[in-house]
T-cell receptor, first 111, second 116 residues
Framework: DAKTTQPPSMDCAEGRAANLPCNHSTISGNEYVYWYRQIHSQGPQYIIHGLKNNETNEMASLIITEDRKSSTLILPHATLRDTAVYYCIVRVENQGGKLIFGQGTELSVKP | DTEVTQTPKHLVMGMTNKKSLKCEQHMGHRAMYWYKQKAKKPPELMFVYSYEKLSINESVPSRFSPECPNSSLLNLHLHALQPEDSALYLC???????????????FGPGTRLTVL
């Protein structure tokens, strides 16, 4: 079973920051948090991952709470092309790289 | 370059047909994966190949037969499928199998399979 819970849907105005929350209260100390997104009928696209520290790349920022029980993905200036299902995944250790996807958050960016 | 290619994009087959899906990557990755995704559901792992050897089979029915001829290529052979096997089949690859934080998976665009 997936170790994460996410809201099923969110809306965001174009040009504003999109903040997508994820709860992973049973995460273990050496398990990474990964974020992917899937635009309709395409393959999932890797966004970012982290262990303890906050991370930033050209696509997004990942904020992980100090107790690591939750995280937030931030898209700083959402565009219509960011409309997608966003998956927060805790990568389970010692399972050969297995990713267990939860239900994800359907983000709709509106003009 | 993080490209994983899959062919064909679409496939329609009858229940008695034999067909194959193909996945290719040229990133030097040593792990490759097959996932199945039904409509409006998240992807579910089917198989993992690590250094060209099958390392995980998620109790997938034998009508799905994976093959990894070399480190760049992954096939999924299909035989005697059922209509409920209709789905998007996704391939992914990662650099170092099972290495924490170093095995980011990159996905291909998928093959949309319809079984009649």
């Amino acid at each position: 079973d997936a170790k994460t819970t996410q809201p099923p849907s969110m809306d965001c105005a174009e040009g504003r920051a999109a903040n997508l929350p994820c709860n992973h209260s049973t995460i273990s100390g050496n398990e990474y948090v990964y974020w992917y997104r899937q635009i309709h009928s395409q393959g999932p696209q890797y966004i970012i991952h982290g262990l303890k520290n906050n991370e930033t790349n050209e696509m997004a920022s990942l904020i992980i709470t100090e107790d690591r029980k939750s995280s937030t993905l931030i898209l700083p200036h959402a565009t219509l092309r960011d409309t997608a299902v966003y998956y927060c995944i805790v990568r389970v250790e010692n399972q050969g790289g297995k990713l267990i996807f939860g239900q994800g958050t359907e983000l709709s960016v509106k003009p | 370059d993080t490209e994983v290619t899959q062919t064909p994009k679409h496939l329609v087959m009858g229940m008695t047909n034999k067909k194959s899906l193909k996945c290719e990557q040229h990133m030097g990755h040593r792990a490759m994966y097959w996932y199945k995704q039904k409509a409006k559901k998240p992807p579910e792992l089917m198989f993992v190949y690590s250094y060209e050897k099958l390392s995980i089979n998620e109790s997938v029915p034998s009508r799905f037969s994976p093959e990894c001829p070399n480190s760049s290529l992954l096939n999924l052979h299909l035989h005697a499928l059922q209509p409920e096997d209709s789905a998007l089949y996704l391939c992914a690859s990662s650099q170092t199998p099972g290495a924490s934080g170093l095995d980011t998976q990159y996905f291909g665009p998928g093959t949309r399979l319809t079984v009649l």
